[in-house]
């Protein structure tokens, strides 16, 4: 006859005092995972402290949490996941080509339509062909910017009161002038 011995490990039991002192840890955010799988372990028991009893489902749900962290397989392994990622991918980089691809085709017409309406006289003749003036028109384009770039007009801080200013400068009555100052502010 065989003789077969079962060695049984109990697991470490958690006292009242010890699972107070590490809820109290827990809800501070003190508690490092040992810690936490203790207190798991505790709540699961039939009885606890009566003073704690109000934490039981709480526990419960972080236990059920941990363990469905553990059995979940990881998201990538999922072929309907790889699938769906990729058809995604693919979505977005032909929508960004179809993007790209009107915007090019709308700066070209962006143009045309910026000019709508546009008209040139020369030798007394009316055109508005935009095709036909349209060399014209970046000319003239470009001579408004370099003009008002070579203008270099720097706008005052505060234009109104620039404006007050302006206005009164040339009043010497001080009189005059503090009444004046006083309707305009």
Same mark, same amino acid.
């Given at each position: 006859?065989?003789?077969?011995?079962?060695?049984?490990?109990?697991?470490?039991? /958690?006292? &009242?005092?010890?699972?107070?002192?590490?809820?109290?840890?827990?809800? +501070?955010?003190?508690?490092?995972?040992?810690? $936490?799988?203790?207190?798991?372990?505790?709540?699961?028991?039939? *009885? /606890? =402290?009566?003073?704690?009893?109000?934490?039981?489902?709480?526990?419960?749900?972080?236990? =059920?949490? $941990?363990?469905? $962290?553990?059995?979940?397989?990881?998201?990538?392994?999922? #072929?309907?996941?790889?699938?769906? %990622?990729?058809?995604?991918?693919? @979505?977005?980089?032909?929508?960004?080509?179809?993007?790209?691809?009107?915007? /090019?085709?709308?700066?070209?017409?962006?143009?045309?339509? @910026?000019?709508?309406? !546009?008209?040139?006289?020369?030798?007394?003749?009316?055109?508005?062909?935009? +095709?036909?003036? @349209?060399? $014209?028109?970046?000319? =003239?384009?470009?001579?408004?910017?370099? *003009?008002? !770039?070579?203008?270099?007009?720097?706008?005052?801080?505060?234009?109104?009161?620039?404006?007050?200013?302006?206005?009164?400068?040339?009043?010497?009555?001080? &009189?005059? #002038? %503090?009444? @004046?100052?006083? +309707?305009?502010?």
């Amino acid at each position: 006859m065989k003789i077969i011995r079962f060695s049984f490990t109990p697991r470490p039991s /958690v006292s &009242d005092d010890v699972a107070r002192r590490l809820t109290a840890e827990f809800l +501070d955010g003190s508690t490092t995972p040992s810690d $936490e799988k203790k207190l798991y372990a505790y709540y699961t028991r039939k *009885t /606890v =402290a009566s003073d704690l009893e109000c934490y039981r489902q709480m526990f419960a749900w972080y236990a =059920a949490l $941990e363990r469905s $962290e553990h059995q979940a397989l990881p998201i990538w392994h999922n #072929r309907r996941f790889i699938a769906s %990622a990729a058809a995604i991918v693919m @979505l977005a980089l032909v929508g960004a080509g179809l993007i790209i691809g009107s915007a /090019v085709t709308s700066n070209d017409m962006s143009e045309h339509n @910026l000019y709508a309406g !546009s008209y040139i006289i020369r030798n007394g003749h009316k055109i508005t062909d935009i +095709d036909e003036i @349209l060399p $014209e028109l970046r000319w =003239a384009d470009r001579y408004v910017d370099s *003009t008002l !770039s070579a203008t270099k007009y720097e706008f005052p801080d505060d234009p109104e009161q620039q404006i007050l200013d302006d206005a009164i400068r040339h009043i010497t009555d001080p &009189d005059v #002038r %503090a009444v @004046l100052l006083a +309707d305009l502010n």
